[in-house]
């Protein structure tokens, strides 16, 4: 990383060289376009809505942009269907890494589910082999440390099992274990054999939870299910009352997220692009900085929505008037959140992030 601090206007080139935590990244969202339509074309996999690259990626973001988190799913048909080989997963993984790598991200989390990827007959722990060994070639010759960790889909029936291979890799390079899909109808309880299994090997495991649905969701995941952490958590905002003169009062259950450090992963655009949140300027995550909950900002799809986690910084930034004080803050809470074992995380915040702020901070505070 530079240290190249000056004064004026926080650039998105300039957060890119700083160092960066992402915990909410999904494999099957972050394609490149060229890379779907290479390996439709190999796979002979003929229901893309178009080959041509640059139409192809506008009508990913277009889906994003319906504001329906069915509708921003559906696109995901297409990405997965590109993935059902060991040769494809591992293309993707290693873009995957290069490109976060690119982005100045040194330590990331991506999230993958295995069982959409066994269409054509690979195993399980086949899908989960060449993701990593697709991150491992992606990561060479770069600063970044990416660890994996294993979806289980909440409408199916395999979330044990998925738990099972998650513990089963965690030597490799999975940290952890996640479910997500359409949340209504679908609560994290019902995976609670899962969630528990986790627990009993030791091992941390995240939920989505209040992003399409409600307080019942994200009280769920923490109080039954004892989530680590809280995929997107962005209707924790239905449990606080903002006063007219902006002073805010949190219910019991907010109170208890933010006294126990429930970390955040909050996605601000994909937030906007699936109607969890009505716009950037009126997304949540400025009020939780605000009150000092453990909010940490990620990419979610980086395909669907057209980010990277330099760009969703660089939004807020524009929208929230960040300074180089606040990405520090929020990338110093996500790697507290990490999965990762503690002297790691020591290692990182110590020798990685704040060095790479000093310079930026400051000189922020100087002026």
């Not at 007219?244 to 019991?252: I, S, V």
Request: glycine fraction near 8%; proline fraction near 5%; charge should be negative.
């Amino acid at each position: 990383m530079t240290n190249d601090a000056s004064p004026g206007p926080i650039t998105i080139e300039q957060i890119r060289r700083v160092p960066k935590v992402l915990l909410h990244d999904h494999l099957d969202g972050g394609l490149r376009p060229a890379t779907v339509v290479e390996l439709a074309d190999e796979g002979g996999y003929r229901d893309l809505p178009t080959t041509d690259v640059h139409e192809l990626s506008t009508w990913f973001r277009g889906g994003a942009h319906s504001g329906s988190l069915v509708r921003y799913l559906e696109t995901f048909s297409h990405t997965v269907a590109v993935m059902q080989t060991a040769e494809a997963i591992r293309r993707v993984a290693r873009e995957c890494a290069e490109d976060l790598a690119a982005d100045g991200v040194v330590y990331a989390e991506v999230r993958f589910a295995p069982e959409l990827h066994v269409g054509r007959g690979l195993s399980l722990d086949g899908v989960v082999e060449a993701v990593l060994d697709g991150f491992r070639a992606g990561c060479a010759g770069t600063s970044l440390r990416i660890r994996a960790l294993l979806t289980a889909m909440r409408h199916q029936a395999r979330s044990l099992e998925i738990a099972e291979l998650a513990v089963r890799w965690r030597d490799a390079g999975v940290v952890g274990f996640d479910i997500a899909g359409a949340e209504a109808g679908n609560p994290p309880t019902r995976h609670l054999d899962a969630f528990q299994y986790i627990q009993r090997a030791n091992g941390h495991f995240t939920i989505h939870a209040g992003e399409a649905f409600g307080l019942p969701s994200i009280w769920e995941a923490v109080q039954w299910c004892n989530a680590d952490r809280l995929g997107h958590g962005v209707r924790i905002m239905d449990d606080i009352t903002v006063d007219p003169d902006g002073k805010a009062t949190l219910g019991d259950l907010a109170n208890y997220v933010r006294d126990v450090r429930v970390p955040l992963e909050m996605c601000p655009t994909s937030n906007v692009h699936t109607g969890a949140a009505p716009s950037i300027e009126r997304h949540p995550i400025a009020l939780l900085r605000a009150l000092h909950f453990r909010v940490t900002v990620n990419t979610d799809n980086r395909l669907m929505s057209g980010v990277s986690l330099a760009s969703e910084f660089a939004t807020l930034v524009d929208v929230h008037g960040y300074g180089w004080a606040d990405i520090r803050w929020l990338t110093l809470n996500a790697m507290k959140s990490a999965f990762l074992p503690f002297d790691e995380r020591l290692d990182l915040i110590n020798n990685v992030i704040k060095p790479g702020y000093a310079p930026y901070v400051q000189e922020e505070l100087a002026r």
